[in-house]
T-cell receptor, first 114, second 113 residues
Framework: DAMVIQNPRYQVTQFGKPVTLSCSQTLNHNVMYWYQQKSSQAPKLLFHYYDKDFNNEADTPDNFQSRRPNTSFCFLDIRSPGLGDAAMYLC?????????????FGPGTRLTVL | GDSVTQMEGPVTLSEEAFLTINCTYTATGYPSLFWYVQYPGEGLQLLLKATKADDKGSNKGFEATYRKETTSFHLEKGSVQVSDSAVYFCALSGTGTASKLTFGTGTRLQVTL
């Protein structure tokens, strides 16, 4: 089945130690998104790639970076995780069309910062 | 800007009860409307969607109708099951910029035997 895959499902890191989260998709979608979701809240968009074009949200901290080396993969890098960065990180993909698009989410990576 | 308002939870129902979760929106133009469901520890799953006025989205016994006159997209199910216990998010995707999703705050549903 076509899907959005996130690895790892659970990640534990230490305060200030860089961490990379991975997302891959077999849907051949042209847009990939990264969201941060804290407990009991709605997901918050960090940034997205439309093909190779990177689009950062205005309030996303510089501590968060992303890479998209090809259509299938997208990475979220947290350069110096703080305790406040502990959250669920969700990857989503969509195919952008003139009629709009529908986002499909992966299972998420739960990040713990010690 | 765009916004979504959905009813506060938690909603607690007995199995086989009727479910309604209210959702209203504010947006310019003609947004697409979505319901996503999130089970504990999981990502969001698309439950249903509607892309234009009077469209009805349906899936797994859930339904929602895009009502432009009342700017609403209420989620309904005739008979809930324990397995429906989850958090439900109403969302819209506006026209124009980047098809970004604007989410409601989420409604937790707890179904008991």
């Amino acid at each position: 089945d076509a899907m959005v895959i996130q690895n790892p499902r659970y990640q534990v890191t230490q305060f200030g130690k860089p961490v990379t989260l991975s997302c891959s998709q077999t849907l051949n979608h042209n847009v990939m998104y990264w969201y941060q979701q804290k407990s009991s809240q709605a997901p918050k968009l960090l940034f997205h790639y439309y093909d190779k074009d990177f689009n950062n949200e205005a309030d996303t901290p510089d501590n968060f970076q992303s890479r998209r080396p090809n259509t299938s993969f997208c990475f979220l890098d947290i350069r110096s995780p703080g305790l406040g960065d502990a959250a669920m990180y969700l990857c989503a993909t969509s195919r952008r069309t003139p009629q709009g698009d529908t986002q499909y989410f992966g299972p998420g990576t739960r990040l713990t910062v010690l | 800007g765009d916004s979504v308002t959905q009813m506060e939870g938690p909603v607690t129902l007995s199995e086989e009860a009727f479910l309604t979760i209210n959702c209203t929106y504010t947006a310019t133009g003609y947004p697409s409307l979505f319901w996503y469901v999130q089970y504990p520890g999981e990502g969001l799953q698309l439950l249903l969607k509607a892309t234009k006025a009077d469209d009805k989205g349906s899936n797994k016994g859930f339904e929602a109708t895009y009502r432009k006159e009342t700017t609403s997209f209420h989620l309904e199910k005739g008979s809930v099951q324990v397995s429906d216990s989850a958090v439900y998010f109403c969302a819209l995707s506006g026209t124009g910029t980047a098809s970004k999703l604007t989410f409601g705050t989420g409604t937790r549903l707890q179904v008991t035997l």
